[in-house]
Nanobody
């Protein structure tokens, strides 16, 4: 099994910054994609940003220019630097990974989620 552990959420004022981190552990062969999703109250879980092992990144339009995703492949860790946070960014943020294990094909895995609240 692959475990994802997130950290870095919290309460911040509008215009502030937070940095989320997520580390994958377990008997991992390769992680093809790591990324972040978020779920606001009463809404579905949506993608925020993803990054492949080769460094290809994608962002939802609403965070482009404000959020940056970065991977440390050697440490199986992904970061999300969030700048100029706005109240609409308030959500539970979930780490996501598509990983393979010995004799196990690629599967999706999720972290437990970390709360980000943007409020004055």
């Amino acid at each position: 099994q692959v475990q994802l552990v997130e950290s870095g959420g919290g309460l911040v004022q509008p215009g502030g910054s937070l940095r989320l981190s997520c580390t994958a552990s377990g008997n991992i062969l390769n992680i093809a994609v790591m990324g972040w999703y978020r779920q606001a109250p009463g809404k579905q879980r949506d993608v925020v940003a993803t990054a492949t092992t080769g460094g290809i990144t994608n962002y939802v339009d609403s965070v482009k220019g404000r959020f940056t995703i970065d991977r440390d492949n050697a440490r199986n860790t992904v970061y999300l630097q969030m700048n100029n946070l706005q109240p609409e960014d308030t959500a539970v943020y979930f780490c996501y990974a598509v990983a393979s294990q010995p004799r196990v094909a690629y599967n999706p895995y999720w972290g437990q989620g970390t709360q980000v609240t943007v409020s004055s």
